[in-house]
């Protein structure tokens, strides 16, 4: 019989998985926020714009 791991602990491919996942979800985050504030810059240019020029 071979020898299984603990219930509590998942197998190292499965953890492996999981960082890489929380890896991506937090590069799409990062990069959303950063369009994001690039958009709002630029909505805030223009309306200075708008009412300046």
Do not use: D, I, K
């Amino acid at each position: 019989m071979s020898e299984s791991l603990a219930p509590s602990e998942p197998p190292p491919s499965t953890a492996r998985q999981r960082r890489r996942t929380a890896r991506v979800v937090l590069a799409h985050l990062v990069r959303g926020l950063a369009y994001g504030a690039g958009t709002a810059v630029m909505g805030l240019l223009a309306y200075w714009a708008q009412q300046y020029l």
